[in-house]
């Protein structure tokens, strides 16, 4: 497989630079897809091959980067009746319905919405994340509903990529959590990473352990159902994977039906397939025109049938 070798030649103002930041300064690439290529060796300084991306650069070093030709798509479109909610010839904004799964994987090649995205876009998805996310910036999980943003452009991609790791997104989640809240508002602030006894969840960490993530989720009460759940909104100021589900249970209010964190409740509850949790309000600016933008998704059927059994009780 061929590939496209380049080099750059660091500049004074750039000494003691990371070296992703910096290959992220000169490409267009995710510093995701940037530490991936340095992980499998595709990046040398002065010819010598690094495998650490937080290398620090000194000036006058001269940075190879060899990046691989994409690889072949061996997903296939799937003809899907998908909510969009807008869409240019940047990006698209997608209102995903409970049980969809994002983007393929070994236990799920196919009826994703990548697939779905795929037939509507034909190939007109940003390539920066690689064969199995064509146009993923950002995810929700297979249970959980409401908006989400998928990029059409490598220059969408870039830009937005940016200002999600600048945590400039305006992100708004509504759930009902168990139990009742003591506070009317409050701030989850932790350290989330891998569950050692178990990869394939979330945990919470006190401190840095140089493999963990920092992950702050604002919380307020918008009713109090009968005492025994809450109806809330929750601001995301970073965006970690399962963030809100950890974070909720973490200080013991996990979110109702969620069986991973705690959330699962016998009886009247038993049957809810998931989480009920709904990112209803995503804003942004346009990568390309620089015009803020913000959309807004009701809640999904499910969720109001949820809710109003819980306000009449």
Known sequence: MSSDLREFIVESDQDQLRLDIFLGEQLDMTRSYIQKLVKNGCVSINSKPVKKAGEKLKSSDSVQIDIPEPEVLSVEPEKMDLNIVFEDDDLIV???????????????????????????CADNLSGINGVMRPGIVHRIDKNTTGLLIVCKSDAAHTG?????????????????????????????????????????????????????????????????????????????????????????????HPV??????????????????????????????????????????????????????????
């Open 160 to 252: 937005l990529a940016k200002q999600f790791a600048e945590h400039t997104i305006t992100r708004r989640y509504y759930a009902i959590v168990c139990d009742n809240l003591n506070t009317d508002e409050g701030t989850v602030d932790t350290f989330l990473g891998r569950n050692p006894k178990d990869r394939k969840k979330m945990a919470v960490f006190t401190s840095d352990n140089g493999s963990v993530k920092h992950a702050v989720t604002h919380y307020r009460v918008l009713d109090h159902l009968n005492n025994r759940y809450n109806y809330i909104e929750c601001r995301l100021e970073t965006g970690r994977t399962h963030q809100i589900r950890v974070h909720m249970s973490h200080i013991h």
């Open 94 to 120: 997608v209102d995903k319905p409970k049980g969809l799964v994002v983007h393929p994987s070994i236990s799920t090649p196919n009826h994703t919405l990548v697939n779905g995205l795929m037939y509507h």
């Open 256 to 313: 109702l039906g969620d069986d991973v964190y705690g959330g699962a409740r016998p009886g009247e509850f038993s049957k809810l397939e998931g989480q009920t949790l709904h990112a209803g309000i995503l804003g942004f600016t346009h990568p390309v025109t620089n015009q803020y933008m913000e959309f807004k998704s009701e809640l999904p059927q499910y969720f109001e049938n949820v809710l109003n059994k819980l306000k009449n009780k």
